[in-house]
């Protein structure tokens, strides 16, 4: 029987490069327990399961024909140790697309994307210029359309697992197969060039050249060379997005990107919709009729059970309370059931929470509901969320920063190494949080000032310098204090010293006249 099989695809002697024949492992792995008549799996499909995703992009044969089959042959020990063999992991793109019109699907990855551009960005730097420059390039930023640029790019990452952004520098002739070089030595990129960046879904790229053969190099698994519809593109003119990295073994199935989070949520809004559907389901059979006949004499003759079906209609029709029910008072009897059923509201709800565990969203955010339990009004939920965000933008930000580095190439010719940029708080409008936080460390700076750890100008200094506070106005230097007994005579807790009420008072008054101006 082995052998048989090993005729349907059995790998060459020289592309065999561990001890474990993988056809055998399948020949073991995929008969069914229990069966006198197994079924098996041959190699090509079980390649197609592992296999690079399926896109819209021509594909060619590699060059390296060992490369796969070492990855192949790899997986399949893997899972053959693991007890996980055959194993489908990716579902493919056009599976992806179907799922992105779920609503649910929707809320989940487009809340996450909104919220990760809705504060946008600040720029900082600029020590070679002026702030002119900054304000200069936060235009450029608005005219070109970037904030949406990016808040589209983190929607299709969550849908697909991934997408590029193709720098298109305008030029017809160019070899898109050679590197784009992003410094003031680029060909391509220079003052005045009319640069465009272009979105483009992973279902029209595939990978055509990659290193998998040496993970001592910097490009290990990541592809060099694309395949966009037809036309070869070298790596640095695309910006990839990716979120969710898959195991080595498991990158080629999500074509080098990331595991979809629409893939990853989709099984948990499968068993929501199926709560969803039991409940409604549960609510039609809370209160039920029994209409009890002697069925034995009914369902022996054919009119019997003419007879039946005249009266359930009969029955149904004349059901309501506005209606009467007649019935035959010695073979016939109704009986009205009421279930009172608990529990089908929570089983909803935690599929629902679920759902929003999974998306790392708080319920409050995600579905509009108010949450309950321990923290009623969900605060430490949506700080939970925010923290989620800045790591999500974080993802992003060599991405941002590269399309900064082109535009500043574009319309000055330069790069200023110092220009960088900071994502806005999301949470920043929390007013009573932030006065509140700012309360508890004017408190713990005047501990400190009392014990003599810190002096009243570094006190201050904090103060003003303050994201919080809203102090910043304060000048660097402190006002000049009045003396303790001049305070005490003015307030009539103190008699002045005769020698010295003249000087005392010419003291006071000073310091009044420089607090009030």
Partial sequence: MAEEIKNTGEIPAENKLHKLDPVDIAVQLSRPINS????YISVETLKKQFGTPVTNVNHKKSDNPLAYDEYYQSLTEHAAHEGQFPLTSFVGYPVLEQIAQNGMIRTCIQTVADDVVREWIELTGGEKNSDKKLEEIDDILKRKHIKSLIKDAVAKTGYFGGCMIFIDTGE???????????????????????VKFVLIDPINITPLEYNSVNPL???????????????????????MFADNEPPTLLKPCYNFLGIPQAQILWDYVLHWNKARVSAVEILDKLNLTVFKTNMSDLLGTPEGIAMLDVKM???????DNNSVLVCDSENEAVENISQVISGATDVVRQALEFIACINRTPAVKLLGISPSGFNATGESDIRNYYDHIKAKQELYRDQIQTILNVLQLVYFGDIDETISFKFN??????????????????????TLQS????????AREFI??????????????APQQPNPEDMAIMNGQQQP??????????GFEEWQKNMLG
């Fill in 451 to 458: 014990a003599g750890v810190i002096d009243n100008s570094e």
């Fill in 464 to 477: 003003r310098t303050s994201e919080i506070g809203g102090l910043d106005y304060l000048s660097e230097d």
């Fill in 172 to 194: 017809e002739d160019t070899d898109l197969s050679l590197p784009l070089v992003i410094s003031e030595k680029s060909a391509e990129i220079k003052k005045g060039t009319k």
């Fill in 36 to 39: 006198n008549t197994p079924e």
């Fill in 425 to 446: 708080e999301i949470g920043g409008d929390d007013v009573a949080n932030n006065a509140s936080v700012f309360k508890t460390q004017v408190d713990t700076l005047t």
């Fill in 313 to 319: 209609k009969a029955f149904q029709r004349y059901r």
């Fill in 217 to 239: 190099k910097s490009d290990y698994m990541k592809p060099t060379l694309w395949n966009v519809c037809g036309t070869t593109v070298h790596g640095s003119r695309l910006i």
């Fill in 497 to 506: 010293k005769e020698q010295n009420t003249t000087e005392s008072l010419k």
